[in-house]
């Protein structure tokens, strides 16, 4: 189910007022979108909201105040900075990717990804 969304950022939709908020990426910005090119979301069984985008993995994160940020899957052993272009999670937790380099595996509470490639 990914599709390109020509770089235009991530849009939300404020409930509250039914204005929309725009997200891009802003370099250096920690909390921030990885890319403006979101490839792919996804609303997982727990209500969590994934980001796919041309250079990683996010998830929208709402504070109490309904303040956005994003906690990005970047360090060693994550997600990294793969195009994402498909999501999914199985009856355990765990969230699927299909990305231009393969197929991962992420635990979302440690931020652990498996990698699987042809050979397995």
Do not use: C
């Amino acid at each position: 189910m990914g599709s390109e969304w020509g770089g235009g950022g991530l849009d939300v939709l404020d409930v509250a007022n039914g204005s929309f908020r725009h997200f891009r990426h802003q370099p250096g910005k920690a909390g921030g979108l990885p890319d403006d090119n979101v490839a792919a979301l996804y609303e997982d069984p727990k209500g969590r909201i994934w980001a796919g985008t041309s250079k990683g993995l996010s998830q929208v994160l709402t504070g109490a105040d309904g303040s956005i940020s994003f906690r990005n899957f970047k360090e060693p052993g994550s997600v990294g900075a793969v195009k994402i272009l498909a999501m999914r999670s199985d009856s355990s937790g765990q969230l699927w990717l299909s990305t231009a380099a393969g197929l991962l595996r992420l635990d979302p509470a440690s931020g652990k990804a498996t990698r699987y490639t042809t050979a397995d």
